[in-house]
């Protein structure tokens, strides 16, 4: 089954070139079947490019899926158009009595602030905390996953000496996961961030358990059984050349910065990068997604009752 977006939504001819099966909201109606409702709380600068790699992930799967954009309300955007976020997005106030099957956190660049320095903090924390009788099954990425951890568990994060960049090794530490299912022993994952969080901070009885590690960069996707929550602190989702990206502006910008790890051939930045991960980021999404169908209710009304 297609992801159900908007049809007038950038991300729809970028994956319908891709061979994404998207569905108009006419054909969405004919169906006799509950799509999966999947709210997407979007807190990169570009949300344009952010919402596609998503939604690419989402809509690969045989489940027809309804995307939700989520946006702060008390947080104005730099690198998105007013136009685009009034058209397509909805603040949190005005989803806030929607429940939903699965929700999705992405992360944002503000790493080196503390939480409680982050201007939308206690609106983002007034989200997480919704999510627990409001969401079937969170999805928190980067920034989002360590927030998440901060506001769940006061799991801290931990400034780099140098920024986490390239793509890293990891090994599958539970191959029984029902998340893993069909992971290789190990796989590569992008990686771009200036902090970290500590598998020695994740205590016994906390319900967390490590599914994936990286011997350098450390813990990589926690899974929480309490409200079905993961939380991945690396960026799966990333496109071929966002690593790429970083690294030009980086460069343009006068900022020290290495060159990507394991990321162009031969090291060589005046090659094309070669992606390593796209199968993998796949696998997890649709993974969640199948799980996330499996154990959700159908009555959507019930969703949060039985915690």
């Known amino acids: 089954m297609p992801i159900r977006i908007p049809d007038r939504l950038p991300a729809r001819q970028t994956l319908k070139s891709e061979g994404v099966m998207v569905m108009s909201d006419s054909d969405a109606a004919r169906q006799d079947i509950r799509p999966l409702h999947i709210g997407l709380l979007n807190l990169m600068p570009d949300k344009i490019r952010t919402e596609t790699q998503i939604a690419r992930l989402v809509g690969a799967t045989p489940l027809q899926v309804e995307l939700t954009l989520v946006r702060i309300g008390k947080h104005k955007a730099k690198n998105t158009s007013e136009d685009h976020l009034i058209d397509f997005y909805n603040t949190w106030d005005e989803i806030r009595d929607q429940k939903f099957d699965g929700f999705i956190v992405t992360g944002a660049p503000i790493e080196t602030l ?18 627990t009788t409001h969401v079937h099954s969170s999805f928190f990425i980067c920034w989002g996953a360590m927030a998440a951890l901060y506001n769940f568990h006061g799991i801290p994060k931990y400034e780099l000496a140098k920024k986490a960049f390239g793509v890293y090794r990891h090994r599958n530490l539970k191959p029984e996961s029902r998340y893993l299912n069909g992971f290789s022993d190990d796989f590569q994952i992008p990686v771009s961030r ?81 992606n390593r991960w796209k199968s993998h980021a796949h696998l997890l999404f649709g993974n ?15 969703i949060g009752k039985e915690r």
């Open 114 to 131: 503390p939480f409680e320095d982050v201007t939308y903090w206690d609106e983002l924390q007034e989200i997480m905390d919704w999510t």
């Open 288 to 302: 969640w997604i199948n799980q996330t169908y499996q154990t959700t209710t159908y009555n959507m009304d019930d």
């Open 194 to 274: 200036w902090t970290e969080v500590r598998s020695s901070d994740i205590k016994p009885d906390s319900g967390l358990e490590v599914l994936m590690e990286s011997d350098i960069t450390g813990p990589c996707l926690i899974h929480e059984d309490f409200c079905k929550r993961l939380y991945i602190f690396n960026h799966i989702e990333y496109d071929s050349t966002s690593l790429k990206e970083e690294f030009d502006r980086d460069i343009a910008n006068g900022t020290p910065i290495e060159i990507p790890h394991n990321y162009y051939p031969a090291n060589n930045p005046d090659l094309p990068p070669q």
